[in-house]
């Protein structure tokens, strides 16, 4: 048994602790594979699911287990009512910095001057967008397997720490790709290359998007 827990514990940390596992254990060795709640006698407990709600408004980040302690309920009537207010457990999103309150009202001021000025004449169907990424020669993925408990999941060879990539450089409009390149091997994105790709650019545009080049230019935005 003390290998059966070590597993499930490891395996749900957040969900079975060592004293759960062996109250289950001891009623299965018994004989009693019944899963349903047993009956307790009096009123059954009440709660409010807008006080949780709340709660969780006020810190979302506060863990089941916390929560639980919080309102003296265990970890099944949290995660039951959770669920029931709709709430489900996320990671935090990365962001490359935070914000300043300048920052926001920078971009809330610029936001609302481009819709202002989508309303009063469409621009943004003509916009012409570019930008540049990596690309690996082999990016290996790692599958999820089905397999027993004891069976070892299969192999994936991790990629050298210095992959052998490509700089690709793509452009593009509402339509679709307009234009894309893959750079040679020591070549860098300066003013000169730059140049010469906007002239590219303007090229498929003329032969391909014609609409776009007949509005008076294109609006391209970096």
């Known amino acids: 048994m003390p290998t059966a827990i070590l597993l499930l ?53 506060q863990t089941i287990e916390e929560l639980s302690n919080t309102f003296n309920q265990s970890w099944s009537t949290i995660q039951k009512h959770l669920y029931q207010i709709g709430k489900i457990s996320r990671a935090s999103v990365w962001v490359p910095h935070n914000l300043s309150e300048q920052n926001k009202a920078n971009r809330s001021t610029t936001c609302n001057a481009k819709i202002q000025r989508h309303h009063a004449k469409p621009f943004l169907d003509c916009l012409v967008t570019g930008d540049e990424k990596w690309v690996l020669y082999n990016k290996p ?23 052998k990539k490509a700089l690709l450089c793509v452009c593009w409009s509402i339509r679709g790709i307009v234009h894309f390149e893959v750079l040679n091997p020591g070549q860098t994105v300066n003013a000169d290359f730059y140049c010469q790709q906007l002239d590219q650019v303007n090229q498929a545009l003329v ?5 776009i080049v007949n509005r008076k230019g294109v609006i391209s935005s970096t």
């Open 9 to 61: 514990t490891n395996v749900y940390p957040d969900l079975l602790d060592v004293r759960k596992c062996q109250r289950w254990f001891s009623k299965f060795r018994s004989g009693n594979f019944d899963l349903s709640n047993a009956h307790r006698p009096g009123r059954p407990m009440s709660f409010d699911n807008d006080v949780l709600r709340a709660e969780v408004k006020t810190n979302p980040c």
């Open 207 to 211: 032969e391909n998007y014609p609409a």
């Open 141 to 163: 993925k790692r599958k999820r397997q089905w397999l027993s408990l004891n069976e070892p999941a299969r192999s994936t060879a991790k990629p050298r720490l210095h992959p």
